[in-house]
């Protein structure tokens, strides 16, 4: 089946078309539209600011999307629209509807909608949070009995929860859902969100907008032999028995240390260097021990990254460590680099696992939608 898929819950317009069979994924075109220019200037992301630009972009880059996906003729308003070259339609629409900033979740919505009552096609309403765990498919591994219980863990701009996936309850498969596991948040972040973590630390360091790029690359250059700053800052709930984060702690901690350096301090590369590697090696420590934690305590078979703060290469290269230190017989999977961050392909992906989902009219955007209610 023909999927074409639309994201706007922050601030990527995305739009993908994906050929899905039983056998595998075709990705037939995959563009991403991103605002990240528009945003630096301010250190965040804006929500009408993006909303706006969402309207803006949104038919450009369906245009671009169809056409790569081999459709040169394509016009939104024709009842051709939906016909593929070689005489392919798209069978259904998939729509992030949650969770996210509303104004544009609704931007997306509201496209999408026109688009499957003018295609005369179904539209399925897409969870973002299961879209970033289910990107792990995206290259073609399947997800089994034997994967179950699985722990999830999706760290991104706006959120930071821990997830247990388990088979399905016979009596819920009358949900309609085309997939057998369902899912419970078991913790979350009390505060801020890891990547948000990176992004506030990144603009007290002066280093721009993602912070979670910025701050990885100053870390990288980070030689602790030869460093004259040794900075420690906390491990937030390291400790705790339950599996919720905090990370608000760790920004306070970042700007106390910043304000008491001197102006020469502040700006040198050396102090800078050695700040973004802690600050990572912060958040990295958290997130690791109270995975393979929830993985001990829940008995799981599998770990699965999820989230843009997944293309972290030091926070990936940390776990396959760990995991195979402390629990080597546990599978690890973390999505492809190129598909961490927002991008409709995983979208497409979850429309395919949820596309006997029915009642598409009373289609809305929930922008604190949870995993749970998207069984
Ligand atoms: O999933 P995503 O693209 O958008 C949301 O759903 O929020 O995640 C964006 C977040 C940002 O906070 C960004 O700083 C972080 O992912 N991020 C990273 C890296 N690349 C993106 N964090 C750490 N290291 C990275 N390499
Ligand atoms: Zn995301």
Same mark, same amino acid.
């Given at each position: 089946?023909?999927?074409?898929?639309?994201?706007?819950?922050?601030?990527?317009?995305?739009?993908?078309?994906?050929?899905?069979?039983?056998?595998?994924?075709?990705?037939?075109?995959?563009?991403?539209?991103?605002?990240?220019?528009?945003?630096?200037?301010?250190?965040?992301?804006?929500?009408?600011?993006?909303?706006?630009?969402?309207?803006?972009?949104?038919?450009?880059?369906?245009?671009?999307?169809?056409?790569?996906? /081999?459709? $040169?003729? +394509?016009? &939104?308003? #024709?009842?051709?629209?939906?016909?593929? @070259?070689?005489?392919?339609? !798209?069978? *259904?629409?998939?729509?992030?509807?949650?969770?996210?900033?509303?104004?544009?979740?609704?931007?997306?919505?509201?496209?999408?909608?026109?688009?499957?009552?003018?295609?005369?096609?179904?539209?399925?309403?897409?969870?973002?949070?299961?879209?970033?765990?289910?990107?792990?498919?995206?290259?073609?591994?399947?997800?089994?009995?034997?994967?179950?219980?699985?722990?999830?863990?999706?760290?991104?701009?706006?959120?930071?929860?821990?997830?247990?996936?388990?088979?399905?309850?016979?009596?819920?498969?009358?949900?309609?859902?085309?997939?057998?596991?369902?899912?419970?948040?078991?913790?979350?972040?009390?505060?801020?969100?890891?990547?948000?973590?990176?992004?506030?630390?990144?603009?007290?360091?002066?280093?721009?907008?993602? /912070?979670? $790029?910025? +701050?990885? &690359?100053? #870390?990288?250059?980070?030689?602790?032999? @030869?460093?004259?700053?040794? !900075?420690? *800052?906390?491990?937030?709930?390291?400790?705790?028995?339950?599996?919720?984060?905090?990370?608000?702690?760790?920004?306070?901690?970042?700007?106390?240390?910043?304000?008491?350096?001197?102006?020469?301090?502040?700006?040198?590369?050396?102090?800078?260097?050695?700040?973004?590697?802690?600050?990572?090696?912060?958040?990295?420590?958290?997130?690791?021990?109270?995975?393979?934690?929830?993985?001990?305590?829940?008995?799981?078979?599998?770990?699965?990254?999820?989230?843009?703060?997944?293309?972290?290469?030091?926070?990936?290269?940390?776990?396959?460590?760990?995991?195979?230190?402390?629990?080597?017989?546990?599978?690890?999977?973390?999505?492809?680099?190129?598909?961490?961050?927002?991008?409709?392909?995983?979208?497409?992906?979850?429309?395919?696992?949820?596309?006997?989902?029915?009642?598409?009219?009373?289609?809305?955007?929930?922008?604190?939608?949870?995993?749970?209610?998207?069984?």
């Amino acid at each position: 089946m023909i999927i074409l898929a639309i994201e706007t819950s922050c601030d990527d317009t995305c739009i993908a078309v994906l050929e899905i069979k039983n056998k595998g994924i075709k990705i037939l075109s995959n563009v991403v539209s991103s605002q990240v220019k528009l945003h630096a200037k301010y250190g965040g992301v804006y929500p009408f600011l993006a909303k706006r630009e969402h309207q803006k972009n949104l038919p450009i880059v369906f245009k671009k999307a169809l056409k790569e996906a /081999g459709n $040169p003729k +394509i016009d &939104a308003s #024709a009842n051709s629209a939906s016909t593929l @070259s070689g005489n392919r339609r !798209v069978d *259904l629409i998939a729509v992030t509807t949650g969770p996210g900033l509303e104004p544009c979740l609704w931007t997306g919505i509201n496209f999408a909608v026109d688009l499957a009552k003018k295609l005369k096609v179904s539209l399925v309403p897409i969870n973002h949070i299961e879209a970033h765990i289910l990107a792990n498919i995206i290259n073609n591994k399947q997800l089994t009995i034997n994967n179950f219980p699985a722990v999830c863990l999706v760290i991104s701009g706006g959120h930071t929860q821990l997830i247990l996936m388990t088979p399905i309850r016979k009596a819920s498969l009358s949900n309609g859902a085309g997939k057998n596991w369902e899912y419970k948040i078991i913790g979350e972040t009390r505060d801020d969100a890891a990547g948000e973590c990176f992004d506030k630390t990144a603009r007290i360091l002066g280093l721009g907008y993602p /912070g979670g $790029p910025a +701050i990885a &690359a100053e #870390a990288a250059k980070f030689k602790v032999q @030869s460093s004259k700053f040794k !900075v420690s *800052l906390p491990r937030p709930m390291i400790y705790q028995k339950n599996y919720d984060f905090s990370f608000s702690g760790l920004k306070t901690a970042v700007l106390y240390d910043f304000k008491g350096r001197s102006a020469k301090i502040k700006k040198s590369k050396q102090y800078i260097q050695a700040m973004a590697a802690e600050i990572q090696q912060s958040i990295i420590d958290v997130l690791v021990k109270k995975t393979i934690k929830a993985t001990r305590d829940y008995n799981a078979k599998t770990i699965i990254l999820g989230g843009g703060v997944t293309a972290n290469h030091e926070l990936r290269k940390q776990f396959k460590k760990k995991i195979k230190e402390e629990l080597p017989k546990i599978q690890y999977l973390k999505p492809n680099i190129k598909f961490c961050t927002d991008n409709a392909v995983m979208i497409a992906v979850a429309g395919y696992f949820n596309r006997k989902k029915k009642g598409w009219k009373k289609i809305k955007a929930d922008a604190n939608l949870k995993i749970s209610e998207s069984q």
